[in-house]
């Protein structure tokens, strides 16, 4: 038993080694439902509680699997979402009508954003103090249950 937590550690370790730690870079992004661009920063400053900051691609079956939970987070806290080289604000946009997500999506075809931060794979999810310094970082599959509990002690610690 103790092996498998051993191993599950680091795991954890590798998947993160290339992300950014510390302060998130900032960045401006255009919303798929066109309804402009977002700036990180002024959406940090814009309430005193933490952000979580959601890596997805349209083709990416693991990102599918948590667009339920980041759909009942992105209705009850703040959130923002990546689109990675997923194509155009118009192909994000038809993806989401689709799936039913009115979740914000900023645009990153090239992987611009993506690569600021480190991004090798996704999901790739990042929670943000207000400050802008991460609080936590995590590769793969996240429930709802524990990204909720990063939000909660992003607060306090």
Known sequence: MAFIALAVLLVGIWQNRTLVDGEAPAFDGELADGTGALNLAGTLQAADTPLLLHFWATWCGVCAMMDDQIEAIARNGRTVTVAYQSGDARAVAQHLSRQQRVFPAVVDPQGVIA???????????????????????????????????????????
């Open 115 to 157: 690569s600021q931060y480190g991004i090798t794979a996704v999901p790739t999810s990042f929670i943000l103090r207000p400050d802008g310094s991460i609080a936590f970082r995590s590769v793969g599959y996240s429930t709802g249950w524990g990204l909720r509990a990063r939000l909660w002690l992003a607060r306090y610690f």
